[in-house]
Protein backbone atom coordinates (compact mmCIF):
# COMPACT_ATOMS: atom_id res chain seq x y z
CA UNK A 1 0.00 0.00 0.00
CA UNK A 2 1.40 3.20 -0.31
CA UNK A 3 3.65 4.37 2.44
CA UNK A 4 4.68 8.37 3.88
CA UNK A 5 8.12 8.45 5.39
CA UNK A 6 9.08 10.98 7.57
CA UNK A 7 12.27 11.39 8.97
CA UNK A 8 13.94 12.50 11.67
CA UNK A 9 11.90 10.53 14.31
CA UNK A 10 12.83 12.12 16.98
CA UNK A 11 15.39 15.42 17.49
CA UNK A 12 16.50 17.00 20.20
CA UNK A 13 18.79 20.34 19.93
CA UNK A 14 19.26 23.55 21.72
CA UNK A 15 17.14 26.70 21.68
CA UNK A 16 17.88 29.08 18.31
CA UNK A 17 18.67 25.72 16.27
CA UNK A 18 16.78 25.29 13.14
CA UNK A 19 15.39 22.14 12.30
CA UNK A 20 14.33 20.33 8.99
CA UNK A 21 11.25 17.98 8.86
CA UNK A 22 11.18 15.40 5.70
CA UNK A 23 7.84 14.15 4.53
CA UNK A 24 8.06 11.66 1.57
CA UNK A 25 5.91 9.78 -0.63
CA UNK A 26 6.88 6.44 -1.40
CA UNK A 27 4.83 5.31 -4.11
CA UNK A 28 2.88 8.02 -4.90
CA UNK A 29 3.13 11.44 -6.16
CA UNK A 30 1.65 13.57 -3.55
CA UNK A 31 0.38 17.14 -5.23
CA UNK A 32 -0.68 17.99 -1.27
CA UNK A 33 0.33 17.26 1.67
CA UNK A 34 -0.56 18.19 5.27
CA UNK A 35 2.05 19.08 8.59
CA UNK A 36 -0.01 18.70 11.31
CA UNK A 37 1.53 19.60 15.00
CA UNK A 38 0.24 17.81 18.45
CA UNK A 39 1.20 19.09 21.73
CA UNK A 40 0.72 16.85 25.04
CA UNK A 41 -2.75 15.62 25.60
CA UNK A 42 -4.00 17.46 22.89
CA UNK A 43 -5.41 16.82 19.71
CA UNK A 44 -3.84 17.27 16.29
CA UNK A 45 -3.84 20.56 14.99
CA UNK A 46 -3.16 21.36 11.21
CA UNK A 47 -0.82 23.65 10.49
CA UNK A 48 -0.34 24.24 6.92
CA UNK A 49 -1.46 22.69 3.49
CA UNK A 50 1.40 22.19 1.27
CA UNK A 51 1.18 22.00 -2.71
CA UNK A 52 3.65 21.40 -4.86
CA UNK A 53 5.23 24.00 -7.07
CA UNK A 54 3.26 26.88 -5.01
CA UNK A 55 3.06 28.71 -1.47
CA UNK A 56 1.91 26.41 1.82
CA UNK A 57 -1.09 27.96 2.70
CA UNK A 58 -0.72 28.15 6.50
CA UNK A 59 -3.88 28.16 9.56
CA UNK A 60 -4.70 30.94 11.62
CA UNK A 61 -2.06 31.73 14.35
CA UNK A 62 0.75 29.64 12.39
CA UNK A 63 3.67 32.24 11.50
CA UNK A 64 4.60 30.99 8.03
CA UNK A 65 8.13 32.85 8.63
CA UNK A 66 8.85 30.46 11.25
CA UNK A 67 7.86 27.51 9.95
CA UNK A 68 8.82 26.99 6.65
CA UNK A 69 7.60 24.86 4.08
CA UNK A 70 8.97 23.77 1.00
CA UNK A 71 6.98 21.09 -1.43
CA UNK A 72 9.67 21.35 -4.60
CA UNK A 73 8.64 18.00 -5.86
CA UNK A 74 5.77 15.31 -5.61
CA UNK A 75 7.16 13.51 -3.47
CA UNK A 76 8.55 15.67 -0.91
CA UNK A 77 7.85 18.40 1.35
CA UNK A 78 10.20 19.79 4.15
CA UNK A 79 8.96 21.42 7.59
CA UNK A 80 11.46 23.53 8.75
CA UNK A 81 11.14 25.37 12.14
CA UNK A 82 13.54 28.25 12.23
CA UNK A 83 15.33 29.18 15.61
CA UNK A 84 13.51 26.76 17.62
CA UNK A 85 12.35 27.68 21.26
CA UNK A 86 11.16 25.41 24.02
CA UNK A 87 7.90 26.09 23.43
CA UNK A 88 8.16 24.73 19.69
CA UNK A 89 8.55 21.30 20.87
CA UNK A 90 5.85 19.22 20.03
CA UNK A 91 4.65 16.14 17.96
CA UNK A 92 5.15 16.93 14.42
CA UNK A 93 3.32 14.39 11.81
CA UNK A 94 2.74 14.97 8.06
CA UNK A 95 0.16 13.22 5.58
CA UNK A 96 0.14 13.46 1.63
CA UNK A 97 -2.99 12.50 -0.38
CA UNK A 98 -2.97 10.72 -3.23
CA UNK A 99 -4.73 12.49 -6.22
CA UNK A 100 -5.19 9.04 -8.19
CA UNK A 101 -7.34 7.87 -5.63
CA UNK A 102 -9.79 10.20 -5.22
CA UNK A 103 -11.45 12.85 -2.87
CA UNK A 104 -12.79 10.06 -0.52
CA UNK A 105 -10.20 8.06 0.41
CA UNK A 106 -7.88 8.33 3.56
CA UNK A 107 -4.84 10.08 3.13
CA UNK A 108 -1.34 8.50 4.41
CA UNK A 109 0.59 9.50 7.55
CA UNK A 110 4.08 9.65 8.47
CA UNK A 111 5.06 7.72 11.30
CA UNK A 112 5.85 11.77 13.13
CA UNK A 113 8.82 13.37 14.49
CA UNK A 114 9.24 14.57 18.18
CA UNK A 115 11.15 17.55 18.31
CA UNK A 116 12.43 18.61 21.53
CA UNK A 117 13.79 22.52 22.36
CA UNK A 118 15.72 22.68 25.18
CA UNK B 1 -15.16 25.61 11.25
CA UNK B 2 -15.43 22.23 12.06
CA UNK B 3 -15.44 21.22 15.65
CA UNK B 4 -14.60 17.70 16.62
CA UNK B 5 -15.31 16.12 20.20
CA UNK B 6 -14.80 12.99 21.56
CA UNK B 7 -16.30 11.54 24.99
CA UNK B 8 -15.01 10.16 26.99
CA UNK B 9 -11.32 11.51 27.39
CA UNK B 10 -10.61 8.50 28.92
CA UNK B 11 -11.85 5.44 29.81
CA UNK B 12 -10.58 2.00 31.60
CA UNK B 13 -12.11 -1.28 30.83
CA UNK B 14 -11.33 -4.38 32.39
CA UNK B 15 -10.19 -7.30 29.38
CA UNK B 16 -13.50 -9.21 27.40
CA UNK B 17 -15.42 -5.83 27.99
CA UNK B 18 -17.40 -4.14 24.79
CA UNK B 19 -17.12 -0.72 24.68
CA UNK B 20 -18.15 2.38 22.54
CA UNK B 21 -15.98 5.58 22.15
CA UNK B 22 -17.90 8.54 20.90
CA UNK B 23 -17.43 11.07 18.04
CA UNK B 24 -19.05 14.45 17.36
CA UNK B 25 -18.55 17.08 14.74
CA UNK B 26 -20.56 20.27 14.31
CA UNK B 27 -20.74 20.74 10.32
CA UNK B 28 -22.36 17.61 8.52
CA UNK B 29 -20.47 19.03 5.02
CA UNK B 30 -18.23 16.10 5.50
CA UNK B 31 -16.69 13.53 2.75
CA UNK B 32 -15.47 11.25 5.24
CA UNK B 33 -14.77 9.94 8.92
CA UNK B 34 -11.59 8.10 10.04
CA UNK B 35 -11.15 6.46 13.55
CA UNK B 36 -7.48 6.27 13.86
CA UNK B 37 -5.25 4.71 16.77
CA UNK B 38 -2.19 6.46 18.49
CA UNK B 39 0.45 4.75 20.55
CA UNK B 40 2.09 6.70 23.09
CA UNK B 41 4.99 9.05 21.12
CA UNK B 42 3.77 7.26 18.02
CA UNK B 43 2.16 8.02 14.99
CA UNK B 44 -1.13 7.01 13.42
CA UNK B 45 -2.63 3.80 12.22
CA UNK B 46 -5.72 4.20 10.24
CA UNK B 47 -8.60 1.90 11.36
CA UNK B 48 -11.61 2.51 9.79
CA UNK B 49 -12.57 4.87 7.28
CA UNK B 50 -16.23 5.74 6.69
CA UNK B 51 -17.53 7.38 3.38
CA UNK B 52 -20.23 10.45 3.89
CA UNK B 53 -22.59 7.86 1.76
CA UNK B 54 -22.13 4.95 4.36
CA UNK B 55 -23.60 4.25 7.42
CA UNK B 56 -20.74 2.13 8.90
CA UNK B 57 -17.59 0.10 8.61
CA UNK B 58 -16.71 -3.06 10.10
CA UNK B 59 -12.70 -4.73 10.33
CA UNK B 60 -12.14 -7.50 12.57
CA UNK B 61 -13.74 -6.75 16.22
CA UNK B 62 -13.93 -2.95 15.36
CA UNK B 63 -17.74 -1.40 13.57
CA UNK B 64 -17.75 2.36 13.20
CA UNK B 65 -20.99 4.31 12.64
CA UNK B 66 -21.92 7.43 11.21
CA UNK B 67 -24.87 9.67 11.72
CA UNK B 68 -24.16 12.20 9.53
CA UNK B 69 -27.35 14.41 10.13
CA UNK B 70 -26.52 14.24 13.67
CA UNK B 71 -23.01 14.94 13.39
CA UNK B 72 -22.34 11.76 15.44
CA UNK B 73 -19.47 8.77 15.15
CA UNK B 74 -19.33 5.73 17.17
CA UNK B 75 -16.43 3.17 17.29
CA UNK B 76 -17.87 0.05 18.89
CA UNK B 77 -14.90 -2.52 20.49
CA UNK B 78 -15.69 -5.68 20.97
CA UNK B 79 -14.21 -8.14 23.76
CA UNK B 80 -11.44 -5.90 24.55
CA UNK B 81 -7.60 -6.85 24.85
CA UNK B 82 -4.83 -5.08 26.64
CA UNK B 83 -3.05 -4.72 23.40
CA UNK B 84 -6.36 -2.23 22.51
CA UNK B 85 -4.77 -0.19 24.72
CA UNK B 86 -4.02 3.31 23.11
CA UNK B 87 -5.82 6.56 22.09
CA UNK B 88 -8.30 6.59 19.73
CA UNK B 89 -8.45 9.86 17.36
CA UNK B 90 -11.65 10.73 15.24
CA UNK B 91 -11.22 12.45 12.37
CA UNK B 92 -13.14 14.46 9.67
CA UNK B 93 -12.03 15.51 6.21
CA UNK B 94 -14.30 18.43 4.80
CA UNK B 95 -13.90 19.95 1.44
CA UNK B 96 -10.36 21.16 1.81
CA UNK B 97 -8.79 17.59 2.18
CA UNK B 98 -7.31 18.19 5.74
CA UNK B 99 -8.36 16.20 8.94
CA UNK B 100 -9.92 17.65 11.32
CA UNK B 101 -8.95 16.12 14.63
CA UNK B 102 -10.68 15.21 18.00
CA UNK B 103 -8.69 15.26 21.11
CA UNK B 104 -9.05 11.39 21.34
CA UNK B 105 -10.41 8.91 23.73
CA UNK B 106 -7.64 7.02 26.13
CA UNK B 107 -8.46 3.53 26.39
CA UNK B 108 -6.73 1.39 29.12
CA UNK B 109 -7.80 -2.28 28.95
CA UNK B 110 -6.45 -3.54 32.05
CA UNK B 111 -5.64 -7.75 31.99
Known amino acids: GAVVSQHPSRVICKSGTSVKIECRSLDFQATTMFWYRQFPKQSLMLMATSNEGSKATYEQGVEKDKFLINHASLTLSTLTVTSAHPEDSSFYICSARDPKTGDFQPQHFGDGTRLSIL | KQEVTQIPAALSVPEGENLVLNCSFT??????LQWFRQDPGKGLTSLLL?????REQTSGRLNASLDKSSGRSTLYIAASQPGDSATYLCAVQDSGYALNFGKGTSLLVTP
Open chain 2, 50 to 54: IQSSQ
Open chain 2, 27 to 32: DSAIYN
